[in-house]
């Protein structure tokens, strides 16, 4: 036996190994709690580097570059879930309630003004218990919750009073359009009025007096007494 098959392992082992591989990674991969998207890339990743494993069996020297791959592949999966690495948004969870007088106050907006000028405004909307969870939105990806630091917090929950309420039931399409383009003529350039089912001062970040600190880890609740 020459020195270089002193070493390499025979092509049904070099099979196994792979294949073997193959099941630890989609192992791995299904136990992960990451977004669709996300896990169809890594199951594509995976195959590609079985496939690149068993074209390698022939070859000592391109075995050994698919050992340090999937050595490599491993890496890129700690990198990729690791908390605060890969394309995690490192907010802190912001949940709370908003009542009015003692009573939750249903569909309101909720919105942190960062007190930095170079930070990202977070939002929300309370159910029919008043609570809420915080947002942040960074291009077309969605965290749940808020950058750490300081926040200016406005509340605000209002209804158009100056829009007619038109019954349009009865009128053909064109009429219906007719109307429509009457109305628009006519509050053109106007500013609009409304009713403000929370007092007007929780809308402004100079009024509402409300605040909130986010901190780096954890999570907090952040609730909100109005009156």
């Known amino acids: 036996m020459g020195s270089g098959e002193q070493w390499e392992p025979s092509a049904g082992r070099k099979r196994s190994v792979c294949l073997e591989g193959e ?10 709690p990451t977004a669709g998207r ?41 990198v990729l879930f690791l908390p605060g690495c890969g394309n995690r948004i490192p907010v ?5 309630t ?3 007088n003692g009573e939750p106050v249903e569909n309101a ?4 003004i960062p007190d930095a000028s170079s930070g990202t405004v977070a939002t929300a909307t309370t159910d029919k218990e008043g609570r809420y969870v915080l947002k942040t939105y960074i291009g077309d990806k969605t965290a749940f919750g808020a950058f750490p630091g ?43 009025k409304y009713e403000y089912l929370v007092p007007k001062k929780y809308g402004s970040q100079q009024t509402s007096e409300l605040s909130a ?6 999570k907090i609740v952040r609730d909100f007494e109005l009156k």
Do not use: H
């Open 150 to 192: 300081g926040y200016k917090v406005t509340v605000v929950k209002r209804v158009q009073t100056d829009f007619p309420d038109l019954d349009l039931k009865n009128l053909t399409p064109e009429e219906e359009e007719a109307l429509s383009n009457q109305v628009s003529a006519a509050l053109r350039g106007r500013a609009p």
């Open 109 to 112: 907006m909720v919105t942190f």
């Open 98 to 100: 908003v009542t009015l």
């Open 38 to 78: 996300q896990r169809a890339v890594l199951r594509t990743q995976t195959t590609d580097m079985l496939s690149g494993c068993q074209s390698a069996i022939a070859d000592a020297a391109a075995w050994r570059s698919a050992a340090y791959l999937s050595v490599a592949y491993l890496c890129l999966l700690l």
């Open 213 to 218: 600190e986010v901190p780096t880890k954890g």
């Open 92 to 96: 802190t969870p912001v949940t709370g």
């Open 23 to 32: 099941s630890n990674m989609k192992a791995i991969i299904g136990r992960l």
